[in-house]
């Protein structure tokens, strides 16, 4: 790891948390790569207890997908952090017992991810967010990395302090919402069906689990009105 970059890049955002910019001010792709990491991403629980994906490197084809499908099947380290308050790592998901994630593993195995680490972001005893990495390799994480993704993680807190509540609510003028689709397809199904959110929530995440779809694309479908769900 470059160590002068990797400081450079901390007291970068350090300085600009002191200006008030948000967490748009962290480049994700530089930031995963000084870690050595092959995705980046940082969810942040919402007030029903939800994870939220609020940032990673658009460019990224493991990262996101990897939130999703922790949120499709409600399993995983990112999960298990917010829900713990540690770090929760697995070096090699390959060989990593069945009984730990059995839904999320082989997918994320599918999806190319070989070790993920899960990081969580405290507020005093509370866990506002989680920081995780993943890499298409395994390997364990050394000491030195975990103290860099938490030095990482606080920083990235403090950014994500200074972004606007609307942003995080509308993905305007700050980090856009990776969701923010799903919440609208979770609105369509809400008003053709007479369900509540958390039911049409419910719903999107199986429809794509059964059929192994990606949950934005289900999303996208309902909206477009090429996929229509019938009551029960």
Not at 72 to 82: K, M, R, Y
Not at 87 to 100: G, H, K, M
Request: glycine share 6%; aromatic share 4%; net charge negative.
């Amino acid at each position: 790891m470059d160590r002068g970059e990797f400081t450079d890049l901390l007291n970068s955002l350090q300085q600009a948390v002191r200006k008030g910019s948000d967490l748009s001010a962290a480049p994700a792709a530089d930031a995963a790569r000084l870690l050595h990491l092959d995705a980046l991403t940082l969810t942040l629980r919402t007030t029903p207890g939800a994870l939220e994906l609020l940032w990673a490197d658009p460019c990224d084809p493991l990262g996101p997908p990897l939130e999703d499908l922790q949120y499709t099947v409600g399993e995983g380290p990112t999960l298990d952090a917010a829900r713990t308050g540690h770090t929760v790592a697995e070096s090699d998901l390959n060989a990593a017992s069945a009984d730990r994630w059995p839904l999320f593993t082989p997918a994320a195995c599918e999806l190319s991810a070989r070790a993920v680490i899960a990081v969580p972001l405290l507020l005093g005893v509370a866990t506002a967010g989680v920081l995780t990495g993943a890499r298409t390799t395994p390997g364990p994480f050394t000491t030195a990395q975990r103290q860099d993704l938490t030095r990482f993680a606080r920083v990235a807190l403090d950014l994500v302090l200074h972004t606007p509540l609307q942003s995080l609510t509308t993905g305007t003028h700050g980090p856009e919402l990776h969701r923010a689709e799903v919440h609208q397809a979770a609105g369509v199904l809400t008003a053709h069906l007479g369900i509540s959110i958390d039911e049409a929530l419910l719903r999107l995440r199986a429809h794509a689990w059964r059929h192994n779809l990606p949950l934005l694309h289900v999303a996208r479908a309902i909206i477009s009105g090429h996929l229509q769900f019938t009551p029960d």
